[in-house]
């Protein structure tokens, strides 16, 4: 399945907000390594874009029926309005991270588990929190996304 490409013009069916080719010069100035099987990047890609899409941005979408959450209205960075027909580039960045997450094998979609509660081999021993998950921590990707996302935290009411 071919990406789609938002670009800001509500694109009919848009799957992503860049392009395979936009990933792969990103990740080529970064020396990161990516499946040279297009097929196999482009889903990488789609599912990277499931789990922005999941988040909750800041501002409204620009029409209702538009594929994807972007564009959208009312939303600022440092005080200056994103236009209405524009992909900001914290998004872009953020698709390439969690694309990069997405390769790297640790997909922000995929369940958590720690079925190790003790574990001895000789003189070591290791126990996990029953909370701890087995996932890396990427904060480039909310690093990235830090000024459009609502917080986790936050709470308000309508």
Known sequence: MALVVEDGSIVSN??????????????????ITYPADTDEL?????????????????GEKHTEDQS????????????????????????????????KVEIDGDSKLSASERETLRE????????????????????AIMKALRKLIHSPMEVSRV
Do not use: H, N
């Open 68 to 99: 994807l959450q972007w564009p959208r209205d009312y939303v600022f960075i440092d005080g200056y309005s994103i236009e209405s027909d524009e992909i900001p580039k914290e998004v872009k960045i953020a698709v390439y991270e969690a694309t």
């Open 120 to 139: 001895k081999v000789g003189d070591i021993e290791v126990q996990y929190s029953t909370s701890s998950g087995m996932k890396r921590s990427t904060p």
């Open 14 to 31: 848009a799957t992503s907000y860049v392009s395979r080719s936009d990933f792969t010069t990103w990740a080529d100035a970064r020396g």
């Open 42 to 58: 482009d889903q990488k890609i789609q599912r990277a874009m499931d789990f922005i899409e999941s988040l909750q941005f800041l």
